[in-house]
């Protein structure tokens, strides 16, 4: 299990390197960030992650996720095609 969750842990770092930017001003709602990496992983044959899954290997990686009334977020990542309209 160890080595399948480095694997996936491996696959993450990808997606986030080639699809998204970080930083402190960097944010996007939690549901929209994992259907776009989900798609990544559709794309090279993957199966989906469920957000459990989802969130407990962002964390790992310190991005945090802002638990909203309406919508939870993540803060210091968005990929790269996102636009929060303060750009």
Do not use: V
Not at 4 to 16: G, N, R, V
Not at 28 to 36: F, H, I, N, T, V
Not at 74 to 83: A, L, P, R
């Amino acid at each position: 299990a160890t080595d399948q969750y480095k694997e996936e842990e491996d696959f993450l770092s990808q997606w986030i390197r080639e699809n998204c930017i970080t930083g402190p001003d960097c944010r996007q709602p939690s549901k929209d960030l994992l259907d776009a990496y989900n798609a990544y992983r559709a794309y090279y044959g993957e199966g989906k992650i469920h957000s459990r899954q989802f969130k407990n290997q962002m964390e790992d990686k310190k991005f945090k996720l802002h638990e909203g009334r309406n919508h939870n977020e993540w803060i210091g990542i968005q990929t790269s095609i996102y636009n929060t309209g303060s750009l």
